[in-house]
């Protein structure tokens, strides 16, 4: 088992930046492929980002590529996102995922899940 908690959500202007957290309590993290997810009012939860356990190898949806950075901290078990050049097309809650092994990039792939954070970016 693993509990996931995120942080760093809020409103900011099209344009600005934020930083999410998803700090993981419980079993070993470096065995956790990590992913974020996010889903808008009315649509389905989508893919945005994965790292893989060691944090060599990422993954990027095509809308955010350019724009985001995951990153993870195995000694801090907490993983990142950065997010720059914030579009009101990103308002979403976003969600950190974890799974056993080899990051995925869909959700049905992640067994534990966080509570999620609003992020609404304001035109």
């Known amino acids: 088992q693993v509990q996931l908690v995120e942080s760093g959500g809020g409103l900011v202007q099209a344009g600005g930046s934020l930083r999410l957290s998803c700090a993981a309590s419980g079993r070993t993290f470096s065995n956790y492929g990590m992913g974020w997810f996010r889903q808008a009012p009315g649509k389905e939860r989508e893919f945005v980002t994965a790292?893989?356990?060691?944090?060599?190898?990422?993954s990027y949806a095509d809308s955010v590529k350019g724009r985001f950075t995951i990153s993870r901290d195995n000694a801090a078990n907490t993983v990142f996102l950065q997010m720059n050049s914030l579009m009101p097309e990103d308002t979403a809650t976003y969600y950190c995922?974890?799974?056993?092994?080899?990051?995925?990039?869909?959700?049905?792939?992640?067994?534990?899940w966080g509570q999620g954070t609003q992020v609404t970016v304001s035109s």
């Open positions: 790292i893989s356990r060691s944090g060599g190898s990422t």
């Open positions: 995922a974890a799974r056993v092994g080899s990051y995925r990039d869909y959700a049905s792939a992640y067994n534990y």
